[in-house]
């Protein structure tokens, strides 16, 4: 089952993805210098080793690159023989996503210290959700920086049960039957963190290049 819905799940995402970016048209936002100056004058984002950084930006952008790319190789060990061969992870590739689990906790929470008051949702982005609710129609301009933001935050708090599912796995105080519910857990909530990643992480793109 599980193997099931990872495989539908992560293939309803990425033609999602596919589709935006061939449907969707990219239309400036509507705080062009803003968007301007968070790319750096033409620098790429992701580039954390510019002269006339700060060392807070440095840091930041490091701690994205950390977390990203320590999220892929857990989503690689973790689903990849599950996936593809239905087996559980065992030997090194155990070892390896249980040490790249810190790290990536680790950057998470600098993430969410230094980026979260920039992902705070303004009066227009909650007007824009509550026009969302109620199906209403809305302003592009009230829901131009909506999605990047609700996946930024929906990340965060998906990291709260990947995270405590797999440290309290690692005692015994729950019995047989509940580790079984924490692995269940912890597959099923990293699943959605992946999938919610890939998401945030392609509307930041799109953003970057509007």
């Known amino acids: 089952m599980f193997q099931t819905i990872s495989w539908v799940s992560l293939g309803l995402v990425l033609a999602g993805i596919i589709g935006h970016c061939l ?13 301007k100056a968070a790319k750096g004058n033409g620098r790429s984002w992701w580039c954390c080793c510019s002269g006339d ?9 490091l701690a994205c690159l950390l977390a990203a790319g ?10 990849a023989g599950r996936l593809l061969f239905g087996e559980q992870i065992t030997g090194y590739t155990l070892m390896l996503h249980v040490g790249l689990a810190p790290v990536f906790i680790v ?16 009066e ?5 959700l509550t026009s969302l609710m109620r199906l209403e129609k809305t302003d592009s301009g009230d829901t131009a920086d909506l ?3 609700l996946t930024f935050w929906l990340s965060m708090f998906l990291v ?7 440290v309290l796995g690692m005692f015994q105080i729950f ?5 079984e519910l924490l692995i269940s857990l912890h597959q099923y909530t990293s699943l959605a963190l992946t999938l919610v990643a890939m998401i945030h992480v392609h509307l930041i793109i799109r953003r970057q290049r509007k």
């Open 23 to 35: 449907l969707s048209p990219r239309q400036r936002l509507a705080k062009g210098k803003a968007a």
């Open 53 to 61: 950084l700060s060392t807070l930006a440095k840091l930041r952008r």
């Open 70 to 79: 320590s999220l892929v190789m857990l989503f690689v060990t973790g689903f």
């Open 107 to 122: 950057c998470t929470g600098f993430i969410l210290v230094v980026w979260g008051y920039q992902c705070r949702l303004n």
């Open 124 to 128: 227009d982005d909650w007007q824009g």
């Open 147 to 149: 999605g990047w933001k």
């Open 160 to 166: 709260v049960p990947v995270s405590l599912s797999m």
């Open 175 to 179: 019995g047989t039957h509940g580790q």
